[in-house]
């Protein structure tokens, strides 16, 4: 995770110092109490509540299983509190197209995954089977999307284990940064530089993302296949 994380901030730096020296911006007029609301104070609370929200989030989805509750459920728990916090359900603002699009590619992948045998091409114990269930991962992302990839692979993954079960992660995670429309959380980044007046074209995506997502794929994957030989098939 530190490796995928780690990378793609260095490799975006390097992709960003390729493109044209930003445009200098006029000098801004001066900010009166009125432009900025409440003030600072207000904006820092309402950071510490959302990384607050977040971390229990985060914390719930890890501790859930254990204690008999499901991720749904935590998500959902999550949404209730912002939707109370904010006192507004903006429905108007959730992105159905997407939301269904890839609602109904889950539902296919789901019914696929059996006649499809996706146990039979990913390889499990060994170091460069580690690399190929990696490359069927990102490759099944990039084509489907990460969430129905997954789909068409549990039940592959329950039968060769923990070990097929990372790498595969790893690559519908890591890879879908090549393409928007390999995650949902792509598409809703998308959507939302859209709503905010920054539209962003599929090919200026294309053109940033390989550049980090294929040194992230590559760190994460090595230490990976590192971590597979010290450990062994723990």
Do not use: C, K
Not at 108 to 131: I, K, Q, R, W
């Amino acid at each position: 995770a530190v490796a995928a994380a780690v990378s793609p901030r260095l490799a975006a730096r390097l992709a960003a110092s390729d493109g044209p020296p930003p445009r200098p911006r006029p000098p801004a007029a001066p900010a009166t109490r009125r432009d900025h609301g409440p003030g600072p104070a207000f904006s820092r609370r309402r950071r510490v509540a959302a990384g607050l929200l977040v971390a229990a989030v985060v914390a719930g989805f890890l501790l859930a299983p254990s204690l008999g509750g499901q991720p749904w459920e935590v998500a959902a728990g999550g949404d209730a509190v912002l939707a109370l916090a904010t006192r507004r359900l903006p429905l108007a603002a959730v992105p159905w197209r997407i939301v269904l699009t890839v609602l109904g590619l889950g539902v296919l992948a789901s019914a696929a995954a059996g006649p499809m045998h996706v146990a039979t091409l990913l390889a499990g114990g060994s170091l460069a089977g580690v690399v190929r269930d990696v490359g069927l991962g990102a490759a099944g992302a990039n084509v489907l999307n990460n969430l129905p990839a997954v789909l068409v692979a549990l039940p592959g993954l329950a039968r060769h284990g923990r070990g097929a079960t990372f790498a595969f992660l790893l690559g519908t995670n890591v890879a879908p940064l090549v393409l928007p429309s390999a995650s949902l959380a792509g598409l809703l980044w998308l959507e939302t530089m859209r709503r905010l007046g920054a539209p962003v074209t599929e090919r200026a995506y294309l053109r940033y993302g390989w550049r980090v997502a294929l040194p992230s794929l590559a760190a994460s994957t090595a230490l990976l296949v590192v971590l597979r030989a010290l450990l062994g098939g723990q």
